[in-house]
């Protein structure tokens, strides 16, 4: 079992920036994928971006490309996702997520492990 802990939601305005952090527990972190999710009110769950578990190849939803970025660090035991650019369609909880064999999905319910989220405000 693995936890899950993520961190660096706010409040920010419209062309602001944000980074988002998810801590692991656990020795196994550098062979999951990760992953980044939203959830905007009265929405389904969104995947936003994943990065393979060396960080060698990402993914992202075409709604951020350009404006976010996620990266890891095996030795911290963390997946970050740098958000640029923000907008106010980009508030809403985000959620990591880890995948223990180490693959990359688009879809919610292929991840085994996931935080409890953090809120991310964008004021217009």
């Known amino acids: 079992q693995v936890q899950l802990v993520e961190s660096g939601g706010g409040l920010v305005q419209a062309g602001g920036s944000l980074r988002l952090s998810c801590a692991a527990s656990g020795s196994a972190f550098s062979s999951y994928a990760m992953a980044w999710f939203r959830q905007a009110p009265g929405k389904e769950r969104e995947f936003v971006a994943a990065i393979t578990s060396s960080g060698g190849s990402t993914n992202y939803a075409d709604s951020v490309k350009g404006r976010f970025t996620i990266s890891r660090d095996n030795a911290k035991n963390t997946v970050y996702l740098q958000m640029n650019s923000l907008k106010p369609e980009d508030t809403a909880v985000y959620y990591c997520?880890?995948?223990?064999?180490?693959?990359?999905?688009?879809?919610?319910?292929?991840?085994?492990?996931w935080g409890q989220g953090t809120q991310v405000t964008v004021s217009s």
């Open positions: 997520a880890a995948d223990r064999w180490g693959r990359i999905h688009k879809f919610s319910y292929d991840y085994d492990y």
